[in-house]
């Protein structure tokens, strides 16, 4: 059965703290890994990764994907108050067929 | 990225009712999603709406509960029919890119009393 797990779970830090956000996944027909922020109802596109060892960077956001040892991580440098969300990957199994996991809840404090 | 709306943003039901979602996208597109996130879980795939034909539903939603409608390429409804508590969640409509990214509408909170 396909399976991703998020963690931690939660995490709260302050400003200015780097974070690092874990995904590790099993699925069959794998083919690219997404990653979103959630505030509050919609999911917002971060990142898609495809290769291994190829970072994807945005500003202070990067991740990277592993698909020997199936994992990808989220990394945030110098975190704000406005990171506060919920972070989701999402490997697929197949064409469009996206496997969320249930998020690492993130909050900064000022 | 395709901008998606979507309508009601949030509406509180009384059970047995039925609401309907309305999702449109500013541009064609050929792959479009229905998503439920239910409180404190993950988002599960509701089924993809299909242009000009029936709904591809995933295991455990059925077109009954879940009718879909998707007239054109640019707008799709989503109905939760004969609603319970249980049906209390965040539904989301999602475009799917030609390189298979995902982008997600502003999502419709429902709550069924």
């Known amino acids: 059965e396909d399976k991703v797990v998020q963690s931690p779970l939660s995490l709260v830090v302050h400003e200015g703290d780097t974070v690092t956000l874990n995904c590790s996944y099993e699925?069959?027909?794998?083919?690219?890994l997404l990653w979103y922020k959630q505030e509050k109802k919609a999911p917002t596109f971060l990142f898609m990764l495809?290769?291994?060892?190829i970072e994807k960077k945005s500003g202070r956001l990067s991740s990277i994907l592993d698909k020997k040892e199936l994992f990808s991580i989220l990394n945030i440098t110098a975190t704000q108050t406005g990171d506060s969300a919920v972070y989701l990957c999402a490997p697929t199994s197949g064409t469009y067929k996206y496997i969320f996991g249930t998020g690492t809840r993130l909050k900064v404090l000022a | 990225s395709a901008v998606i709306s979507q309508k009601p943003s949030r509406d509180i039901c009384q059970r047995g009712t039925s609401l309907t979602i309305q999702c449109q996208v500013d541009s064609q597109v050929t792959m479009m999603f229905w998503y439920r996130q239910q409180p404190g879980q993950s988002l599960t795939l509701i089924a993809t709406?299909?242009?000009?034909?029936?709904?591809?539903?995933e295991s455990g939603f059925v077109i009954d509960k879940f009718p879909i409608s998707r007239p054109n390429l640019t707008f799709s409804t989503l109905t939760v029919s004969n609603m319970s508590p249980e049906d209390s969640s965040i539904y989301l409509c999602?475009?799917?890119?030609?390189?298979?990214?995902?982008?997600f509408g502003s999502g419709t909170q429902l709550s069924v009393l």
């Open positions: 699925v069959t027909n794998f083919r690219s």
């Open positions: 709406a299909n242009q000009g034909s029936e709904a591809t539903y």
């Open positions: 495809t290769s291994s060892g």
């Open positions: 999602s475009v799917g890119t030609d390189n298979e990214k995902l982008f």
